[in-house]
T-cell receptor, first 114, second 116 residues
Framework: DGGITQSPKYLFRKEGQNVTLSCEQN?????MYWYRQDPGQGLRLIYY???????QKGDIAEGYSVSREKKESFPLTVTSAQKNPTAFYLC?????????????FGSGTRLTVV | DQQVKQNSPSLSVQEGRISILNCDYT??????FLWYKKYPAEGPTFLIS?????DKNEDGRFTVFLNKSAKHLSLHIVPSQPGDSAVYFC???????????????FGQGTILTVHP
């Protein structure tokens, strides 16, 4: 079955360390997205990519970096520059130009800074 | 600037009654609207959607209404069930071209609790 996989489900990081969250999809979707969810703040867009080797900053990109070397993969690195990294991170994919373009979400990664 | 707003952080409803979740938007260029449902520690799942050229879409117990003049949409769940208890996000899609096409803007979410 096609889907989108995020790993790990739970991640703990020491302050000052970089950490990379994995996101892989086998839906043949062109676009991929990273969102962050905090209590009471909904889903906020970190980065998105419409095609391989290209990506754009979202609303809260500071302290994060991404790469899109393969269509299937869109890893997110949370750097030590991110001041409040503890959050629930969601990856999504879509085909903006085909069908209704709705997102398919992964199951999320809970990142906690200790 | 919050382009999509869900002004009610939470809603509590009795089982069997109607749940109405509301969403307002400011950008008249949005061409497609969606509702997602999210359980704790899981990713959101698609629930129902509506194109900007329509004013109503129904799918079983779920109906979405769109009032373009008021820039308002609502999700009706009838009858509500305890399993409907979750966070509901409305989302809007911009129709601008280029690298922004297809990007969804989400509201803050509304926590729905359906009591048995």
């Amino acid at each position: 079955d096609g889907g989108i996989t995020q790993s790990p489900k739970y991640l703990f990081r020491k302050e000052g360390q970089n950490v990379t969250l994995s996101c892989e999809q086998n839906l043949n979707h062109d676009a991929m997205y990273w969102y962050r969810q905090d209590p009471g703040q909904g889903l906020r867009l970190i980065y998105y990519s419409q095609i391989v080797n290209d990506f754009q900053k979202g609303d809260i990109a500071e302290g994060y970096s991404v790469s899109r070397e393969k269509k299937e993969s869109f890893p997110l690195t949370v750097t030590s520059a991110q001041k409040n990294p503890t959050a629930f991170y969601l990856c999504a994919s879509s085909n903006p130009y085909r069908g209704r373009g709705g997102y398919t979400f992964g199951s999320g990664t809970r990142l906690t800074v200790v | 600037d919050q382009q999509v707003k869900q002004n009610s952080p939470s809603l509590s409803v009795q089982e069997g009654r109607i749940s109405i979740l509301n969403c307002d938007y400011t950008n008249s260029m949005f061409d497609y609207f969606l509702w997602y449902k999210k359980y704790p520690a899981e990713g959101p799942t698609f629930l129902i959607s509506i194109s900007s050229i329509k004013d109503k879409n129904e799918d079983g117990r779920f109906t979405v209404f769109l009032n373009k003049s008021a820039k308002h949409l609502s999700l009706h769940i009838v009858p509500s069930q305890p399993g409907d208890s979750a966070v509901y996000f409305c989302a809007a899609r911009g129709n601008a071209g280029g690298t922004s096409y297809g990007k969804l803007t989400f509201g803050q979410g509304t926590i729905l609790t359906v009591h048995p």
